[in-house]
DNA sequence: TCTGGGGTCCTAGGACCC
DNA sequence: TCTGGGGTCCTAGGACCC
């Protein structure tokens, strides 16, 4: 979907068209949840601290987001698409692969698609399509907004060859630094960097998987009915705190949300973790694995807050946060789909 | 002006087992 | 005195994505 919760807000306030609106909460150390096209032209985007939002274009628009809304919109749009076809991996609240394999005129189907949702929503998606999940993740994004691409693997190659490799999805600001440091830029200088090399200053598996993106290969099955790993709440202070015993009741507050949620949901999970954000935005972690997964609030608070005691908290702490990981399988089988599927598609 | 929250996946080292 | 290889699980950190 194009700018997804700003369009959501902007169609609940129609006086708010052709006017730069952004979706971000309403505190102190917030970042920007998302910003419409308007917003983007003044260098506001999503992670743009809402500081330097205002500082950029102080006659924006701000709203605060409302995830619950979104949620509920995003289950419209996948009940519509799952109408047209049974394989759909959501990947996120606003994004989806669908499986066109089994159609016959998936292009024309992907079209029409692409139109009912506009129709039924009044929201634009921008639609990929490819013979694998990676071209079609990259087209969808070439085309934004309100786009519509199909490429064959070979249009892909010579379309995306002089893009940046930041346009890769798997490759963020981090491994784009180290790139550049070894002269690579572009997609297809990646291509041709020398394996050898590669592997000396990446490592055989991350020079290998950084390769295989490059030439644009991905034989990554469709997932559908993915169930989550883990379920975590964290919290950024408006103002640092001090000490453990400060922290103490925030942990337990943050393992009652989260076992809420896992209780509501009927998952249980082995791993507990606590993270913890210095003023210096130094992270660390600390996890313990139980014997049996839990859900119960006095098991995961006791274990967090002693988790909680064993670091070392010489600087002022901006954040902290609970995770139940390990979560044991809600619905058994992981089903893997056809990986002979030749064609794939992402809006 | 400092820099969110909810996730996934990968790597690497150590413990432990056969 | 010198001491393997493989596999799994756990922990910690980090990169990345939406």
Request: glycine residues 6%; aromatic residues 6%; proline residues 5%.
């Amino acid at each position: 979907m194009d700018a997804f919760y700003v369009s959501v807000e902007m169609q609940r306030r129609p006086h708010l068209a052709r006017k730069p609106v952004v979706v971000c909460a309403n505190t102190s150390r917030a970042v920007v949840t998302a910003a419409n096209y308007e917003a983007r032209k003044f260098g506001i985007y999503s992670a743009t601290p809402a500081e330097r939002a205002r500082r950029l274009c102080p006659e924006a628009i701000f709203v605060e987001p409302d995830f619950d809304c979104y949620r509920q919109r995003s289950g419209q749009i996948m009940e519509l698409i799952s109408q047209y076809v049974d394989h759909i991996e959501p990947a996120g609240l606003d994004e989806a692969y669908l499986d066109l394999s089994g159609l016959e005129r998936p292009r024309a189907a992907a079209r029409k698609l692409k139109t009912d949702v506009h129709e039924n929503t009044g929201l634009s998606a921008s639609v990929g399509l490819g013979p694998n999940k990676l071209i079609a993740k990259i087209a969808s994004a070439a085309c934004k907004p309100d786009g519509f691409l199909m490429l064959t693997h070979q249009q892909a190659f010579a379309r995306f060859a002089g893009l940046s490799c930041k346009a890769l999805p798997g490759v963020g600001p981090k491994t784009a630094q180290r790139l550049s440091l070894a002269g690579i830029e572009t997609i297809d200088a990646l291509r041709e960097l020398d394996p050898v090399h590669a592997a000396a200053i990446f490592g055989p598996q991350t020079s290998a998987s950084l390769r295989r993106l490059a030439m644009l290969e991905d034989d990554r099955p469709l997932e559908k009915n993915r169930s989550g790993k883990s379920e975590s709440r964290e919290t950024t202070f408006e103002y640092d705190l001090e000490g453990v015993q400060a922290l103490k009741p925030v942990v337990r507050r943050l393992s009652g949300q989260v076992c809420a949620d896992l209780a509501s949901h009927n998952r249980h999970g082995r791993t507990i973790t606590v993270k913890v954000k210095l003023s210096d935005f130094s992270t660390y972690t600390r996890s313990r694995t139980l014997g049996e997964p839990t859900n119960q609030f006095e098991t995961v608070a006791a274990v967090a807050s002693s988790l909680l005691q064993t670091f070392d908290l010489r600087l002022p702490v901006r954040l902290v946060g609970v995770c139940v990981g390990g979560l044991e399988n809600t619905n058994g089988d992981e089903e893997h789909d056809d990986p002979a599927s030749q064609l794939r598609f992402a809006f």
